[in-house]
C-alpha cells in the first residue's frame, strides 16, 4: 500500500481558496487516490476520488499529474466550517486491497476568519 | 452511499474489563473494516470483518485482544479485551459500497481508567 505525504498543517483565510498537496511517490497503476475530511469526534467523510488528470464534484477539486506521484486537493472559497483534518489515500479501491486504507498523518487546516 | 451507527458513541471503562463495540449499516455489504484512532493520531486499520468466518487481523493485532464477529452483511461487533489505559481510542467501523467509496462510522470513543 503506498505511503502518502502531505504538509502537517496550512493556515487560510474565508473565502480564499485552498490547495493541499499530496506526494505518493510509489503509487501502483491500480491505485486510486482519494481525499477524507475528518472533524473532530467524527468518522472520516468521502470528499473525492480520482485515477488520472482532474475530478471535480460540488465541493472539491482534485488534480492530478500524468505520473500520478502527487495530487492535489483543492477547496474553493473555504469557509470556517472547512476547519478539518484532511487525509489523501492512496489505494486499489477495485481489488482485494479495498477498503484496506492506508491513512498518513493528514493536513490539519485552520480557517480563519 | 451507505449510513453507518456505532453504539456505544463513548464508554469510560475499568482497567481489565472488556468493551463490545457495535457496528450497523443500513445496507448490505461485502466489505467491512474496524479502524482505531489513538488520541492525535491518524486511523489505523485493526482488521477486516469477514462474514461467515474468521476475521482477518493487520500485524499488531490479535484475535484475542479484538475478537470480532460479522453474523450478516450488515451488521459487526469489535469486542477490546482486558483493557488497558493504553486502549484508550477511538474506535472506527468502515464500509466498501457498491461504488467503490469508502465509508466511516460516527466513532466510539473509548477511555480506559
Known amino acids: 500500500l503506498a505511503k502518502t505525504t502531505q504538509p502537517i498543517s496550512m493556515d487560510s483565510y474565508e473565502g480564499q481558496e485552498v490547495n493541499i498537496t499530496c506526494s505518493h511517490n510509489n503509487i501502483a497503476t491500480n491505485d486510486y487516490i482519494t481525499w477524507y475530511q475528518q472533524f473532530p469526534s467524527q468518522g472520516p467523510r468521502f470528499i473525492i476520488q480520482g485515477y488520472k488528470t482532474k475530478v471535480t464534484n460540488e465541493v472539491a477539486s482534485l488534480f492530478i499529474p500524468a505520473d500520478r506521484k502527487s495530487s492535489t486537493l483543492s477547496l474553493p472559497r473555504v469557509s470556517l466550517s472547512d476547519t478539518a483534518v484532511y487525509y489523501c489515500l492512496v489505494g486499489d479501491v477495485l481489488g482485494t486491497n479495498a477498503g484496506k486504507s492506508t491513512f498518513g498523518d493528514g493536513t490539519t487546516l485552520t480557517v480563519k476568519p | 452511499s451507505a449510513v453507518i451507527s456505532q453504539k456505544p458513541s463513548r464508554d469510560i471503562c475499568q482497567r481489565g474489563t472488556s468493551l463490545t463495540i457495535q457496528c450497523q449499516v443500513d445496507?448490505?455489504?461485502?466489505?467491512m473494516f474496524w479502524y482505531r484512532q489513538q488520541p492525535g493520531q491518524s486511523l489505523t486499520l485493526i482488521a477486516t470483518?469477514?462474514?461467515?468466518?474468521?476475521?482477518?487481523?493487520e500485524s499488531g493485532f490479535v484475535i484475542d485482544k479484538f475478537p470480532i464477529s460479522r453474523p450478516n452483511l450488515t451488521f459487526s461487533t469489535l469486542t477490546v479485551s482486558n483493557m488497558s489505559p493504553e486502549d484508550s481510542s477511538i474506535y472506527l467501523c468502515s464500509v466498501v459500497a457498491s461504488v467503490n467509496e469508502q465509508f466511516f462510522g460516527p466513532g466510539t470513543r473509548l477511555t480506559v481508567l
Open positions: 470483518a469477514n462474514q461467515g468466518s474468521e476475521a482477518t487481523y
Open positions: 445496507s448490505q455489504v461485502t466489505m
